[in-house]
Structure formats: structure tokens, C-alpha cells
Nanobody, 122 residues
Framework: QLQLVESGGGLVQPGGSLRLSCAAS????????IGWFRQAPGKEREGVLC????????TYADSVKGRFTISRDNAKNTVYLQMNSLKPEDTAVYYC???????????????WGRGTQVTVSS
């Protein structure tokens, strides 16, 4: 069973930054593509970014281009989502998920963390 745990969420002012972590147990993260998704109240879960097994980045949400980046630390078995220039519309629960290949569709993923809340507000 693939286990993922997200952390690093919180309350931040517009224009601020946060770094989310997705830590894996029971498997090596670098054997999987890892996607970050987010879900705002009343909205469908949407793909944000994904890092492939070969460390290529795929961006699914145009709204985060130039502001969010994804990276791996294989020694820590962790994937990060660095979020800069945050906007109120980035407010959501953020989830990481694993599968062999990247996909922007949440229903393609079977292994999920429980999520971490990000709130952007002044």
C-alpha cells in the first residue's frame, strides 16, 4: 500500500510563499510520477503540477505557471510543491498522489494523501 502524507499548508497573505511536502512510506517516490492536485470548496479536484519518474515537470493548471514549481528529494523520499506569489484563488486543500505516469485527471490516481489546507487571505 502506497502511503503519502502532505504537510506544510497554512494561512499566508497574498503574495506570500509556502512549500508543501509529500512524504512517502512503503515505496520509493522516484519509482512513480507524483502529482499535486487541489480542491477548493464546491469545486472539482484539479491537477496542478506533476513530476515524472524522469524528473520532468508537467503543468496542468495554467494559473500557476511561473509561480509554482515541483521538485524531488530522493534521499528524503519527498516531493515538494513550492508556491510563490500566492493569490486568494489558490486557497484549497492540496493533495499529492502517485501513479506510474503523470495525468491531470484525479480519477487516474489510486494512491492519495489526506491533503493539507492552504488559505491565502489578508
Amino acid at each position: 500500500q502506497l502511503q503519502l502524507v502532505e504537510s506544510g499548508g497554512g494561512l499566508v497573505q497574498p503574495g506570500g510563499s509556502l512549500r508543501l511536502s509529500c512524504a512517502a512510506s512503503g515505496f520509493k517516490l522516484n519509482s512513480y510520477a507524483i502529482g499535486w492536485f487541489r480542491q477548493a470548496p464546491g469545486k472539482e479536484r484539479e491537477g496542478v503540477l506533476c513530476v515524472t519518474r524522469w524528473d520532468a515537470t508537467i503543468t496542468y493548471a495554467d494559473s500557476v505557471k511561473g509561480r509554482f514549481t515541483i521538485s524531488r528529494d530522493n534521499a528524503k523520499n519527498t516531493v515538494y510543491l513550492q508556491m510563490n506569489s500566492l493569490k486568494p484563488e489558490d486557497t484549497a486543500v492540496y493533495y499529492c498522489a502517485a501513479r506510474p505516469m503523470c495525468s491531470g485527471s484525479y480519477d487516474h490516481f489510486n494512491s492519495w494523501g489526506r491533503g493539507t489546507q492552504v488559505t491565502v487571505s489578508s
